[in-house]
């Protein structure tokens, strides 16, 4: 087998050489014996997918020696021999810099990879409260059918509501959440529910409930009410 032609992969496959090289590399390839040239076939491939994973997953700043190691050589070449066989030599010295640059591409990049497939998404809100070890639940029957509960975390200082089977509010209203305080203060409006929000299983999350102590709802008139206008048909305790 022929090392010497094998090793010009790495300019090959990195697109270094210039058209007269690569025509003067590819006459010496169909040449050459079958061996060396399946190794060099094999080689370019395995050089340009190293390089594809550190595109996909975005450039990384190799040590300050690696880089500084081909950006010498490159210099070096720039004004360097004119003939495939001089460069050869010189070639030889600079491609293990770029492979040592392409290692730790990969290696970043292969971190970056594992740690995505590992970690997975964040996770939201809800999954946080329902998934707290402090998460109490209250449900109520609703008497025209279903059910509404609340999980609330006092860790996560959210609530997880939950209408179940219950039917939309007639076309001229809504149902509208109310937090109210411990200190029997006045309910804190805490947003609305129209007939086209309502689905069979209707999940809204309420954060910074802070001191809240329960969560009521009651109809109203389209875009709500500053103060209920209809005793609640539903009142759930949060602690």
Same mark, same amino acid.
């Given at each position: 087998m022929n090392d010497e032609l094998v090793g010009m992969a790495y300019p090959y496959a990195l697109d270094a050489l210039d *058209?007269?090289?690569?025509?003067?590399? *590819?006459?010496?390839?169909?040449t050459t014996?079958?061996?060396t040239r399946s190794t060099f076939t094999d080689e370019v491939r395995r050089i340009r997918e190293a390089f594809a994973v550190v595109s996909a997953v975005g450039a990384v700043e190799p040590p300050p020696r690696v880089?500084?190691?081909?950006?010498?050589?490159?210099?070096?070449?720039?004004?360097?021999?004119?003939s495939l066989t001089e460069r050869r030599s010189r070639r030889r010295r600079w491609q293990v810099a770029v492979a040592a640059a392409a290692a730790v591409g990969v290696l970043a990049g292969g971190t970056v990879?594992?740690?995505q497939l590992t970690e997975g998404p964040s996770p939201t809100v809800a999954e946080q409260v329902l998934d707290a070890s402090d998460v109490h639940s209250s449900t109520s029957a609703i008497a025209a059918g279903g059910s509404a509960t609340a999980n609330y975390s006092k860790s996560q200082d959210a609530v997880v509501f939950v209408l *179940?089977?219950?039917a939309p509010p007639s076309a001229d209203t809504v149902y509208?959440?109310?937090l109210m305080p411990a200190s029997g203060d006045a309910p804190v409006p805490a947003g609305t529910i129209s007939p086209a929000d309502v689905q069979p299983t209707t999940t809204i999350v309420l954060d910074d409930v802070g001191s809240m102590s329960k969560l009521a709802v009651t109809v109203e008139p389209p875009g709500g009410s500053p103060q209920p206008t209809s005793e609640p048909f539903a009142?759930?305790?949060?602690?």
């Open positions: *058209d007269s090289e690569r025509r003067e590399l *590819d006459t010496d390839l169909a014996d079958e061996d880089r500084t190691r081909v950006l010498d050589e490159v210099r070096q070449s720039a004004s360097g021999p004119t990879i594992v740690r *179940d089977g219950v509208q959440l109310w009142v759930l305790q949060l602690s």
